[in-house]
């Protein structure tokens, strides 16, 4: 079952557990055209930082072949090339729960470290 990221009107974002979104969705999701978000997403797979999901179905391009459904990963990065205000709401959203849970373990210093002696 596809589990798709929502933003309402008010701005809460639930995340699924398991995302898988296709551009349609992730583009509607961020209330931007489907044709800059293939774009981007390509971008992005061109890097080869972030793929897709290539273990459900995949569409062939000419002689490429990509994958029909994205994860949360390229939401992310997609999230940072966009500039919607839905868009906005998800970073937001995004370093708020970053600031609760990594932040926070990254400050820890350890006294035993001979870097902060």
Not at 27 to 41: E, G, S, V
Not at 50 to 77: D, F, Q, R, W
Request: proline share 4%; net charge positive; with cysteine.
């Amino acid at each position: 079952m596809k589990e798709k990221i929502t933003i309402t009107d008010k701005g809460i974002v639930d995340i699924p557990n398991q995302v898988q979104m296709s551009i349609a969705e992730i583009a509607n999701l961020f209330d931007i055209y489907y044709q800059p978000t293939k774009r981007i997403i390509r971008a992005i797979e061109k890097v080869g930082i972030i793929t897709g999901n290539y273990t459900n179905s995949c569409i062939l391009e000419g002689n490429k072949v990509h994958p029909e459904y994205y994860g949360l990963e390229m939401i992310v990065a997609i999230s940072f090339q966009v500039q919607s205000e839905k868009a906005k709401i998800f970073r937001n959203w995004l370093f708020r729960r970053l600031s609760k849970t990594v932040i926070p373990e990254m400050l820890i210093i350890d006294a035993q470290n001979p870097i902060w002696n």
